[in-house]
């Protein structure tokens, strides 16, 4: 197999390989003398599941890495002399890979939070808005309220009481969810090589 066959990641790029060189066939022995007719076979193989990034440290994501390169040397120094070799993908690429892949992510991350649907942003924002006027002391009308309560058989003074401690919570998770997706972004742009990039994926570890 050749080294440009051996990938470091997969899905998007959010698993890496963990590619191990080892013995894929016993050598084959003379029956009667236990001489070799036939050498060991070697190559690459992954025994172990992949490397999810967002629940790796920057170290296991950078050992992984150093391991395939290894592999990916030993395929290399296996191969007849001569043969050409793929170049590796530009940094630059994988770094537009990598920033699609974090944003992805974090909004995989605010969907366990709230419903992310076409139309859903600017509901929450305008019961928000009720909630805060009702809070206020204003006389309304407050129609997404008094919507949901009577939808739920709940009072108006229930309803905004939860919409703003729900708005509350979620600006506090959106908060922090926005400055790990920063962090991640920004060291993609500072990364100087491809194992750095996958690393910045890190940030957002779960």
């Not at 998007?12 to 003379?30: E, F, I, K, N, S």
């Not at 592999?71 to 590796?88: D, I, Q």
């Not at 129609?143 to 229930?158: G, H, I, K, Q």
Request: net charge negative.
């Amino acid at each position: 197999m050749q080294p440009d066959h051996l990938p470091d990641s997969y899905k998007g790029g959010r698993l890496l390989y963990r590619w191990t060189w080892m013995q894929l066939h016993p050598a084959v022995l003379d029956p009667e003398t236990g001489g070799e007719l036939e050498p060991a076979v070697f190559g690459p193989c992954c025994p172990e599941p992949p490397l999810d990034l967002f629940s790796a440290t920057a170290d296991a994501i950078g050992a992984v890495l150093a391991e395939n390169a290894a592999v990916r040397a030993l395929a290399a120094a296996a191969l007849p002399p001569g043969l050409p070799s793929a170049p590796p993908a530009l940094l630059a690429e994988l770094k537009a890979t990598a920033v699609d892949l974090i944003n992805a992510r974090v909004g995989e991350l605010r969907a366990v939070h709230i419903t992310v649907t076409v139309g859903q942003s600017a509901t929450y924002l305008e019961k928000q808005e009720e909630a805060e006027r009702h809070a206020a002391g204003e006389g309304g009308p407050f129609p997404y309220l008094s919507a949901e309560a009577s939808a739920t058989d709940s009072t108006l003074d229930e309803v905004a009481a939860l919409v703003g401690a729900t708005a509350n919570a979620w600006t506090a998770v959106n908060a922090s969810l926005e400055g790990k997706r920063r962090a991640a972004v920004e060291a993609v742009k500072a990364a100087e090589t491809h194992v750095q990039v996958y690393q910045a994926c890190a940030h957002l570890r779960a």
